[in-house]
């Protein structure tokens, strides 16, 4: 059974860049047809899909955080990770990586896995 667990610093200054990393195990990053992503939910808010990057390697992002976001992965460590440049505390959210086949989603029922979700806050 496939399973996600995201990592990473829980607290994060205003114009920093947050890091966080996914790690999967159970199956490859690199399955056939699979898209990662990433995807948050903010405090008394519904979920934000933020980017996926694909069993290729290929990136997609959400057009209102794309030039703030970056995913990479490590396909050796069978891990993928974001990158959101510039926080300020509307940034504040729990923070889940998701998978599905054939591209992505916006509600939680789209995808086959979740991680349990991290809670990042932005505060100086």
């Known amino acids: 059974q496939v399973q996600l667990q995201e990592s990473g610093p829980g607290l994060v200054k205003p114009s920093q860049t947050l890091s966080l990393t996914c790690t999967v195990s159970g199956g490859s990053i690199t399955t056939n047809s699979y898209y990662w992503s990433w995807i948050r939910q903010p405090p008394g808010k519904g979920l934000e899909w933020m980017g996926a990057?694909?069993?290729?390697?290929?990136?997609y992002y959400s057009p209102s955080l794309k030039s703030r976001t970056s995913i990479s992965r490590d396909t050796s460590k069978n891990q993928f990770t974001l990158q959101l440049s510039s926080v300020t505390p509307e940034d504040t959210a729990v923070y889940y990586c998701?998978?599905?086949?054939?591209?992505?989603?916006?509600?939680?029922?789209?995808?086959?896995?979740w991680g349990q979700g991290t809670q990042v806050t932005v505060s100086s």
């Open positions: 990057i694909a069993y290729s390697g290929s990136t």
């Open positions: 998701a998978a599905r086949r054939y591209g992505w989603g916006y509600t939680k029922d789209a995808y086959n896995y």
